[in-house]
């Protein structure tokens, strides 16, 4: 691979609607994936679902990992402004999750399935976009998903892309700080009890400034200085310093 001009071409070949994979090492495809992302996610993701597609049929002995996935949807999402289609590597992400889940010998821990990261690159694409319908609708799709649980980029993002609606934006900010407190409750009385924890930032919650700057951009879209000052407050009870 030449990280400089991208991939020999006799790697690829364009005049055909599916990539022409002439090298079967699966860490060579990996790399593949990772290095198209950014310029053309659309070959990419061509290499992506044939590495899928090769595990799948028993060709390839391991799978592209949710790193690859990721990447590919970020790619799309956020530094290609075309969430639309990063969403449409999600499904492809679970439908290859459950396709492998239904399929006898082979390890489940290999595949994984669409994370936090996955949901929060498309919100944020969504985001910038000023998108708010389908961001809610992905916001509201993660919030069902039992392995994963918003964190504090997902409630930046979807209050970003409803900055126009100041009455969801409050509903959002409220509820994203009341899970705040409920894990700062848990995590103290867990300690208090001596318990363990594997991994205990993964899924924690926590409140920036990144947070309130979206929350109080939605005020001044409103117009709206006695929320922002409620704001303000908010964010002095939480221990943050207001900044410039």
Not at 21 to 26: A, P
Not at 78 to 91: M, R, S
Not at 156 to 161: D, R
Not at 190 to 217: C, K, T, V
Request: charged share 25%; hydrophobic share 35%.
């Amino acid at each position: 691979v030449n990280y400089q001009t991208g991939v020999d071409q006799k790697y690829i070949d364009r005049s055909h609607e599916n990539v022409n994979i002439k090298q079967q090492n699966t860490s060579f495809l990996q790399s593949l994936i990772h290095v198209w992302a950014m310029e053309d996610p659309q070959v990419a993701e061509m290499y992506l679902k044939e590495l899928a597609r090769k595990f799948l049929a028993g060709e390839a002995s391991d799978p592209p990992d949710p790193i690859s996935w990721n990447r590919v949807i970020s790619a799309y999402s956020i530094h290609h402004g075309q969430p639309g289609k990063g969403h449409q590597v999600l499904e492809d992400f679970w439908d290859f999750h459950l396709q492998h889940q239904n399929s006898t010998g082979v390890d489940t821990w290999k595949v994984g399935s669409p994370n936090l990261i996955s949901y929060n690159s498309i919100i944020e694409g969504y985001a910038r976009q000023g998108n708010a319908i389908e961001a809610n609708r992905i916001f509201s799709r993660l919030q069902t998903v039992k392995s994963t649980s918003p964190n504090i980029s997902t409630y930046t993002s979807v209050i970003k892309a409803n900055g126009g609606d100041l009455e969801k934006v409050e509903s959002l900010a409220k509820e994203c700080i009341e899970e705040w407190k409920q894990q700062g409750e848990l995590l103290l009385e867990d300690a208090r009890e001596g318990a363990a924890h594997d991994d205990p930032f993964s899924q924690r919650m926590y409140i920036d400034h990144g947070f309130f700057h979206a929350w109080l951009n939605a005020c001044a879209k409103a117009r709206n200085i006695g929320a922002a000052k409620k704001v303000l407050k908010c964010l002095k009870s939480c221990r943050l310093v207001p900044n410039n």
